[in-house]
């Protein structure tokens, strides 16, 4: 979705989907008629597990509650809940990262959301449990190969990026990263003590020909819903998983997708060109590595981490017809204002949003937090990592309540 207007009474316009049918466009403070009929619906009771993790987690995740509570009472579920402990917090409970009983839960849920993990307070515990090696667990054993990071600048934010306003203004990009190969899962990964103080460190990048297929058919699936344009990034002049991966996207798009316009670009090249002229893109398809950088280098074009929410996805069962989900927001943990109150929640119920768009198929609601999140920055208010003269600095409670008073106006 692109935010240009929001002025109160102008219109957003719609964000396209791989999922669903494009959403009706939603006017600000104003009843969208779709969604009237959305409410009249009869709806399934849709399973959730929160996991807040560590850091800010439980702090946004609370916002999030809120939202599900007031879902549920406006006749938008029903939505059950149940939550478990994940990364530090599960490590000190029970001394791994996540428990088989958690991830017995995530295997049944219908969408798994999560917060964040990590901290200072961790670092020397044993890498096997660490709290990242949680968040690793469940996207491998969810099979969450497919991780979508939206880089949205909405036009109230635009000089909050570190970049010109004309540069940003109007950002629209998805960035679609590999999720479960590369460098992160392959083996050998080794540590190994040469003797005379000397270590060597081995990290193996593996990727298979299936692996680099399904992914790029979810980029080039998206980019045809979008503006039909997809970016493939690697490092095929030094790396031979780059060389494989070009070949590959090559053949997916010559069998599959020749109406969509494919170009490639080495990754560090489109590292530069994303803060050089990022609305050259529309949607980039890279691997694990590079995708976990490029996308905060995205993030950051937006003016913070903290208004980025993400989506990581399974394949569709061919049996259920659903797939695995996790949503969480791209800013980690934060340890430094963990507990002060201080926290943006916005990346957190956006990243709901995301559920509701691609793993319920609720456009319509989807929409609506869209669109509440951009009228309450409409209004002025900010958190302190987005602040800027003339706006009023809020907490992450008010916020929160800022984006649901909003969304009561927009329902009617």
Known sequence: MRLTKVRLGEQVPPRRSIVTMPPAVLAIRSVPPAFKQYKARDMPAFKLLLLPGDGIGPEVMAEVEKLIAFMNKRGLGPFETERGLVGGAAYDAHGVAVTDATMALAQTADAVIFGAVGGPKWDKVPFEVRPEAGLLRLRKELRLFANLRPAICYAPLAESSSLKREVVEGLDIMIVRELTGGVYFGEP??????????????????????????????????????????????????????????????????????????????????????????????????????????????????????????????????????????????????????????????????????????????????????????????RGLRTSDIKSPGMTVVGTAAMGEAVLAEMDLLAG
């Open 189 to 378: 990964k080794t540590i190994t003590d040469l003797g005379n103080g000397q270590k060597r460190a081995v990290d193996t990048q593996v990727y298979d020909t299936y692996e680099i297929e399904r992914i790029a058919r979810v980029g080039f699936e998206l980019a045809r819903k979008r503006r039909n344009k997809l970016t493939s990034m690697e490092k095929r002049n030094v790396m031979k998983t780059g060389v494989l991966w070009h070949e590959v996207v090559n053949d997916v798009h010559q069998r599959a997708f020749k109406d969509v316009r494919l170009e490639h670009q080495l990754a560090d090249a489109g590292a530069m060109q994303l803060v050089r002229h990022p609305k050259q893109f529309d949607v980039i398809v890279t691997d694990n590595l590079f995708g976990d950088v490029l996308s905060d280098v995205a993030a950051m074009l937006t003016g913070s981490l903290g208004m980025l929410p993400s989506a990581s996805l399974g394949e569709v069962s061919a049996k259920t017809g659903k797939r695995k989900a996790l949503y969480e927001p791209v800013h980690g943990s934060a340890p430094d204002i963990a507990g002060k109150g201080e926290a943006n929640p916005i990346a957190m119920l956006a990243s709901f949003g995301m559920a509701l768009r691609y793993s319920f198929a609720m456009s319509e609601p989807a929409d609506l937090i869209e669109a509440a999140i951009a009228a309450a920055l409409a």
